[in-house]
């Protein structure tokens, strides 16, 4: 392995546990809002607690994915400084308006909410949540501005061998990311949704076993209570309503990705062939849709790749809308390539030990064949759970069944799967460029990686850094996992400890029913509004 392998697999680890956080803060949020929106609108208590509930997770969830996120932009300086002098003219409006501008409002207007309770007006506290959920998918909408560009630069001169950006409204509706975007948002909701259903459908299980809740001989529920646990009849309509709206939003976020997708899918096509021939393995020109290929993925020529299952047409659907236009293979994209950006690299020392080396245009066959399929088959899959819950919970609750009950927890991570899985295609589909030339852009704009590590970096650093990163990221994980798992199995009383002691009047004192002081300890009141917050 050499220093660049090591850069790529830095970034790419943290790049992908971070996104993990994303989606979630983006879908989560947006449904913390509309229920905000229901309790001040009807003052019922059940939006209340869903409310205070689903709003801990996601500032715990917000948290942790602010911090794994500032990484990002020290690798930029310390492993890729080529890469960002060659990008740094177009990528700095951009990413400082998402700093400046998308994210300080986040995070001020989420301080504001988090402290607010029981200080602000209802509805001054309530839009301070809808700005802080509207400025984070600002914020997305200027990172994916910046990552469109890598793969479909305009809006650019070249100067000095450098891209000067020239039209930053042409960056700002790149087709790319005018596309890209609401992909990338309805998977957030789907990701929302799956989370929603899976803890909801845990605890409305959770009160058929206890036998708080039961069934009458026409299979309806019969809601029971347990008041002094906090887990009465309002506690069951949190749950129900909870799953309701998480398998809602999960099924009109599929329909979302699926149609955002294939118009993606359709831009790839012309912006990129080379990408989606080999998502396909589709090695020689045709039509038909590759199911299942089998054979030697890292074979440049081919021919060790066998296609044993295939719809005929279906290729030429996903990238013309028709059946019978003939799809580019690999193996004649690979003539175009080579003709138009060279067959070796250029002898330079910027190179490293690659400079001079054969340029092998063919991506991973392994990671963009099976990443493309498991982005697909995870959504569709969380699709259909979506729909068998709206279904199943028809009656007011779920069945008695464990295992029914662990594959909803588990399908919590189907969405995550699809959303990781997509990323991991789109960028390593890319390669060999870190910025990829656009077919119809301004010649010369394309980058390869190669060429945009750090020159100075040793292999030692990067082990020594991606040692390092791994670890704090594993600490990480561990406490955020640990944390959702002490509020998610505390139910509501773990956000709103007041329902135990008879005071439901949405006051936020003391502490969650996992452990602590009841009332806050020494020194804090029991509606300390930081009992919330931490």
């Not at 740094?88 to 300080?104: K, R, Y």
């Not at 791994?470 to 509501?492: K, S």
């Amino acid at each position: 392995m050499e220093a660049l392998d090591i850069a790529r697999w830095q970034f790419g680890i943290t790049t992908v546990y971070h996104f993990l956080m994303v989606p979630l803060t983006i879908g989560l949020g947006l449904v913390v809002a509309t229920m905000q929106t229901a309790w001040v609108r009807t003052g019922k208590e059940q939006y209340l607690r869903m409310t205070k509930f689903w709003g801990k997770l996601f500032l715990i969830n917000f948290i942790l994915g602010l911090a794994t996120g500032l990484v990002q932009e020290f690798q930029f300086g310390m492993a890729w400084s080529e890469y960002s002098r060659f990008v740094g003219d177009v990528f700095g409006a951009p990413l400082a308006l998402e700093s400046l501008l998308a994210f300080f409002t986040e995070s001020v207007f989420l301080g504001l909410w988090i402290f607010g309770w029981k200080r602000l007006p209802k509805k001054v506290h309530l839009a301070c949540l809808w700005i802080t959920t509207l400025a984070s998918m600002l914020s997305a909408y200027f990172i994916l501005a910046a990552n469109s560009w890598m793969q479909h630069p305009v809006g650019v001169e070249m100067v000095d061998g450098r891209p000067v950006m020239n039209d930053i409204w042409a960056v700002l509706t790149n087709n790319t990311l005018l596309v890209a975007f609401p992909h990338t948002v309805f998977g957030a909701f789907a990701v929302a949704g799956g989370f929603l259903i899976g803890i909801a459908w845990y605890h409305l299980w959770k009160r058929r076993r206890d036998g708080i809740d039961t069934v009458d001989e026409r299979g309806y529920v019969v809601v029971g209570e347990r008041p002094e646990t906090g887990r009465d009849k309002t506690d069951h309509t949190v749950w129900l309503r909870s799953l309701r709206i998480g398998a809602a939003v999960a099924v009109v976020a599929f329909a979302g990705v699926a149609v955002s997708g294939d118009l993606q899918g359709k831009l790839m096509f012309e912006q990129q062939p080379m990408k989606m021939a080999a998502a396909e393995a589709a090695c020689h020109d045709g039509t038909g849709f590759s199911v299942l290929s089998i054979g030697d993925p890292g074979a440049v020529n081919c021919e060790d790749v066998d296609t044993l299952v295939e719809i005929p047409g279906m290729l030429s659907f996903l990238a013309n809308g028709d059946f019978d236009t003939e799809i580019r293979g690999v193996n004649t994209l690979l003539d175009e390539y080579r003709d138009a950006y060279g067959t070796n690299l250029p002898d330079n020392e910027m190179y490293g030990t690659n400079a001079g080396t054969e340029i092998d245009y063919t991506p991973n066959f392994a990671v963009t064949y099976w990443g493309f399929r498991i982005m697909i088959g995870f959504g569709g899959i969380a699709a259909v759970a979506a729909a068998f819950a709206l279904w199943v919970v028809r009656k007011g609750t779920v069945p008695e069944a464990r295992w029914l009950m662990r594959l909803a927890v588990f399908g919590i991570l189907a969405p995550f799967g699809a959303n990781s899985a997509g990323w991991i295609f789109t960028e390593m589909g890319r390669q060999p460029f870190v910025v990829a030339p656009n077919p119809t852009g301004v010649d010369g704009v394309f980058m390869f990686t190669a060429a945009a590590v750090s020159p100075g970096v040793s292999m030692a650093e990067l082990i020594f850094s991606v040692s390092a990163f791994t670890l704090v990221y594993l600490a990480l994980l561990i406490v955020e996992v640990r944390l959702l798992f002490r509020f998610v199995r505390g139910g509501v009383p773990a956000a709103m400890p007041d329902l135990l002691h008879g005071d439901n009047d949405g006051s936020s004192g003391g502490l969650d029913s996992a452990g602590g002081d009841p009332d806050g300890g020494p020194g804090r009141k029991k509606d300390d509004v930081l009992d919330f917050a931490y």
